[in-house]
């Protein structure tokens, strides 16, 4: 299970931090992605953070690379999204999502969404 | 980047009748392809990955097809619940994952 928090309203250029807490597995071993909705639009990747037994490195989508950051804290089965200089663009539900397997990396669980609001 | 393109935009169909989807890849995925269901306001489930191993709990009447360029998931027996947006994913070549634009299906 996956559990989003942290959406809401922010203005252009500000910053807002998601949290995703996962549960229900060895969160250890868990790469976890974030998939975004623009209202009324289709999917679009933003963001995966893999295990750190897998080196916990990150990968972006280009429209978020440098302003948008991954991180994790093993020690309360949580990741984290930091969203900086923030555009109307962003405007979506955010997902985050379990990696299912190395074989097959697509996306097994997710959470119900946060959503975010960019607006003056 | 891979471009994933799906069609048709929206379906129309009866309930008790078959659906067909069709996913095509800007070039070759090999079976890395995944089908995703999302009903409104609901998070996507996934359906069906490795092109045509079926999720979960996923029922029979959802079976995935195709290799390389060319995917279809097909419906069979449409109930009320299965009308929905279909996506599918590419992980072949990632990053980017790359998602298609959907496919509404709605009842005729």
């Known amino acids: 299970q996956l559990e989003e928090s942290g959406g809401g309203l922010v203005k252009p250029g500000g910053s807002l931090r998601l949290s995703c807490v996962v549960s229900?597995?060895?969160?250890?071993?868990?790469?976890v992605t974030w998939v975004r909705q623009a209202p009324g639009k289709g999917l679009e990747w933003v963001g995966l953070?893999?295990?750190?037994?897998?080196?916990?490195?990150?990968d972006y989508a280009a429209p978020v690379n440098g302003r948008f950051a991954l991180s994790r804290d093993d020690s309360i089965d949580t990741v984290y999204l930091q969203m900086n200089s923030l555009k109307s663009e962003d405007t979506a539900v955010y997902y985050c999502?379990?990696?299912?397997?190395?074989?097959?990396?697509?996306?097994?669980?997710w959470g119900q969404g946060t959503r975010v609001t960019v607006s003056p | 980047e891979i471009v994933m393109t799906q069609s048709p935009v929206t379906l129309s169909v009866s309930p008790g009748e078959k659906a067909t989807l069709s996913c095509r890849a800007s070039q070759s995925v090999s079976s890395n392809l995944a089908w995703y269901q999302q009903k409104p306001g609901q998070a996507p489930r996934l359906l069906i990955y490795g092109a045509s191993i079926r999720a979960t709990g996923v029922p029979a009447t959802f079976s995935g097809s195709g290799s390389g360029t060319e995917f279809t998931l097909t419906i069979s027996s449409l109930q009320s619940e299965d009308f929905a947006v279909y996506y599918c994913q590419q992980y072949n070549n990632w990053p980017p994952y790359t998602f298609g634009q959907g496919t509404k299906l709605q009842i005729k």
């Open positions: 953070i893999k295990s750190q037994g897998a080196g916990g490195t990150t």
């Open positions: 999502a379990h990696v299912s397997s190395m074989l097959h990396p697509c996306f097994g669980t």
């Open positions: 229900g597995l060895t969160f250890t071993d868990a790469w």
